[in-house]
């Protein structure tokens, strides 16, 4: 009469025992899917270390500036005499030699005053003859009425009239030779202004500019024609303009490189020959001299100074208002340990003491301190703490949710 109520019971015992097993999975479950979810929302804000490696290469400190190529010896020749250019004998391109005849200019006018002036000397010449014959005879008078008078022959006044007319006849003949000696130079002057018509070469180059023409009347009174321009483009000079918080750090004989626009692949070594010590324009005018220098443009309110320094043409690649990129080299370190200034943490006090986070093949990160030498605005030279090869961390970013799960799967 009791088994079945003990086989009921039996049977509600079980459906209790597998009920509560069920419950037991499903909160593992949970508790497993809100672990996962857990991780991935922590994960999610993380961060993964970026690293970059230590190098061994040079490192270059500079200081950059634009500037103006210009031959370094030119010459604007123009026209002291007045007249029609009758000829221009060379163009523009043309290699001239010293003492080249390059134009000539109408001589008829000039060539008319030398005339005169040879005239007027020979007349001077034959009056200064006349008055010499008569300064023989003055003198011969005078010597006869000396013995004359000892003897009471002629009369007192008669022997000054005498003495009056040597002395003026010697004078007026002086008067003559300055007057020749006066003529002489103007016709010098003359012939020289008549070499004037014939421009010559007054050094070796290359006819860069021709701002006359045939045919055009020149006039030399008031201020010298320009008639064309030799310069020598073997040596060219870079102008360039080095703002006012730049130019502490220049100083002659220092090392320089640039680059042109039309050769971007190919870079010109000089060094600095000169830094003028009054700002200049930021735009120069063509073939303004190293004395012609100006006050800062007020339009913008820089101020620049102008460094010069010079560079071998010999190739004919550099050619006159070419823009230059150049790069003064401040500071220069060869073969170095570089790293990355992103890596290193400085210390307020000292700019040659860091520290920076090392990262080992297995991913552990460590501090490590470093010594720098010479830093740029991206990388700089480690002196001590760093070999080549090492990793260094240079900054964080945040973690993806697919690397998440793959890193902290539980």
Do not use: C
Request: no cysteine; proline share 4%; net charge neutral.
């Amino acid at each position: 009469m009791h088994a079945p109520a003990a086989s009921n019971a039996n049977l509600v015992a079980g459906k209790r025992g597998r009920h509560k097993l069920l419950v037991l999975g499903l909160v593992a479950v949970v508790v497993l899917a809100g672990a996962a979810l857990f991780h991935r929302v922590l994960t999610a804000d993380g961060e993964t270390a970026v690293t970059a490696a230590i190098v061994r290469g040079d490192l270059e400190e500079t200081v950059t500036a634009t500037g103006k190529i210009q031959p370094r010896a030119y010459v604007d020749v123009g026209a002291q005499a007045s007249g029609q250019l009758q000829r221009i004998l060379v163009r523009v391109g043309d290699v001239v030699r010293q003492g080249q005849l390059l134009a000539e200019i109408d001589p008829q006018v000039q060539a008319a005053k030398v005339d005169a002036d040879e005239a007027q000397l020979a007349q001077y010449n034959a009056n200064l003859v006349e008055q010499d014959a008569n300064v023989e005879f003055a003198k011969a008078t005078l010597g006869r009425y000396t013995k004359l008078v000892a003897g009471d022959g002629i009369s007192k006044m008669a022997f000054d009239e005498s003495t009056r007319d040597a002395r003026t006849s010697a004078a007026k003949a002086d008067a003559i030779r300055a007057q020749i000696k006066q003529m002489q130079s103007t016709l010098k002057a003359d012939q020289v202004a008549l070499g004037y018509t014939k421009i010559y070469a007054p050094m070796a180059g290359t006819v860069v500019s021709i701002d006359a023409r045939e045919g055009q009347t020149l006039n030399a009174a008031y201020s010298t024609p320009q008639i064309l321009r030799i310069a020598d483009l073997a040596t060219m000079t870079v102008w360039t303009q080095v703002s006012e918080a730049d130019v502490t750090r220049l100083k002659n004989g220092m090392p320089v490189y640039f680059t042109t626009l039309g050769h971007d692949d190919r870079r010109w070594t000089a060094t600095v020959r000169q830094i003028l010590p009054a700002p200049a324009r930021p735009e120069r005018a063509p073939g303004q001299t190293e004395a012609n220098v100006a006050a800062p443009s007020p339009a913008n309110n820089v101020v620049l100074y102008t460094a010069l320094f010079d560079v071998d043409n010999a190739g004919g690649d550099l050619r006159p208002e070419m823009t230059a990129q150049a790069f003064f080299v401040v500071a220069s370190v060869k073969g170095g340990t570089i790293a990355p200034v992103a890596a290193l943490h400085f210390a307020d006090s000292d700019k040659h003491a860091a520290t920076v986070i090392l990262v080992d093949a297995s991913g552990q990160e460590s501090r490590r301190d470093v010594k720098v030498g010479l830093r740029t605005r991206f990388e700089a030279e480690i002196l001590s703490g760093l070999a080549p090869g090492d990793r260094v961390v240079t900054g964080r970013k945040p973690d993806s949710g697919k690397d998440s799960i793959v890193k902290f799967r539980l």
